[in-house]
């Protein structure tokens, strides 16, 4: 930029960049969409051509943003779950809200007559977007959970809503009064009946909402080139622990405390490619690990070694056997020498057939 007298100018503009290490989540929703998608006779209470446009969407700004882990969304809206290690736009939350908010509309527009070949499109669709941190990744998973609980909430409600409108011949006014203070199960009730409708045998898609990611469920040691958008349950740990089991970006749980975790990656190989250690392992009890199966086991005797080595414990080995179900017979004084890392101590052999406590 070229120097000049009115240069000072620069001085009032605010510095917004982003906390470090926190995930970023950028949630954008449709703006006036009630309004948009009655004018463009949208199909009630979900209309796939939407989802998939909008959908098509979110895969667009999730392939120019390298650093988007995972995206949901559902009806109206989209959230992207940016790495916390980010640095993309020096992590200056107006650079990164205008540009996925812009690069998210503009491609609604574009790719509009391939979702709606026979509509014209009649007005402008607008979407506005907030950009929100979360320090944990408990935080960030939490955030998602709730997506699409809300996801949940209210297609049941809209689609119990519109069975009575479209099929029970009731007015919008009466349909509403009628669902007042009714529970899920009682949606689930009226619905299936009076219209013989099951709410679990609707497309996944309206039930759970949109999920993208860069891998491959269950081989995420291959990053694909594009994301790929599957409708899982993200309210379950399952899908956390489950989905992608050695590559577990938010953090894979080596214990019974939620607090203590590891990120590591595992190649198919058995080698640990890489680590990060959030907070202390010695605190594994045998008491949860015998109830482990030998698979997972074995995993976590994987990633003990590897990472008790790297931090140079002065009893590696034996606190390895102890966590991973080995040999069980440690005290817990002994454990508690091992997690003070009491370098010149000398632990005893365990007794046989004693148990820890």
Not at 31 to 38: D, E, I, V
Not at 182 to 207: G, H, Q, V, W
Request: glycine share 6%.
């Amino acid at each position: 930029m070229a120097k000049s007298r009115f240069e000072y100018v620069r001085e009032f503009e605010q510095q917004d960049c982003l906390l470090k290490n926190a995930w970023i989540v950028v949630r954008i929703d449709g703006r006036g969409f009630h309004k948009f998608t009655s004018a463009h006779g949208f199909l009630r209470p979900n209309d796939a051509r939407g989802l998939s446009l909008m959908n098509a969407c979110a895969k667009a700004v999730m392939e120019d943003f390298e650093d988007i882990v995972i995206a949901y969304g559902h009806s109206d809206e989209f959230s992207f779950v940016i790495n916390r290690h980010a640095t993309v736009y020096k992590r200056r939350a107006s650079k990164i809200l205008s540009t996925i908010v812009s690069l998210f509309t503009a491609r609604y527009v574009m790719d509009w007559p391939t979702y709606f070949p026979d509509v014209a499109l009649r007005s402008t669709p607008m979407f506005d977007g907030r950009v929100v941190l979360y320090p944990t990744n408990e935080n960030v998973i939490d955030y998602m959970k709730w997506r699409q609980a809300d996801c949940h909430v209210n297609n049941l409600y809209n689609t119990t809503f519109w069975c009575l409108v479209l099929r029970g011949g009731r007015s919008n006014a009466e349909a509403e009064r009628d669902l007042i203070g009714t529970s899920s199960a009682d949606k689930n009730e009226i619905m299936f009946s009076r219209f013989s409708l099951n709410y679990n045998n609707e497309p996944a898609m309206f039930r759970k909402g949109s999920i993208l990611v860069r891998y491959e469920p269950r081989q995420p040691d291959r990053r694909l080139k594009h994301p790929i958008i599957i409708h899982d349950d993200l309210i379950h740990n399952a899908f956390w622990s489950d989905m992608f089991p050695n590559w577990n970006i938010f953090g894979l749980n080596l214990g019974p405390s939620r607090h203590h975790q590891l990120f590591v990656r595992i190649l198919p190989s058995g080698v640990a490619a890489g680590y990060f250690l959030v907070e202390h392992v010695a605190v594994i009890h045998a008491k949860y690990l015998e109830k482990v199966p030998d698979a997972v086991r074995s995993r976590r005797r994987l990633l003990l070694e590897f990472t008790l080595s790297t931090l140079s414990y002065p009893h590696a080995a034996p606190l390895v056997k102890l966590c991973t179900g080995d040999d069980r017979g440690r005290l817990p004084g002994d454990l508690r020498a091992l997690r003070q890392g009491r370098r010149g101590s000398r632990v005893p052999a365990p007794a046989p057939g004693t148990q820890s406590r």
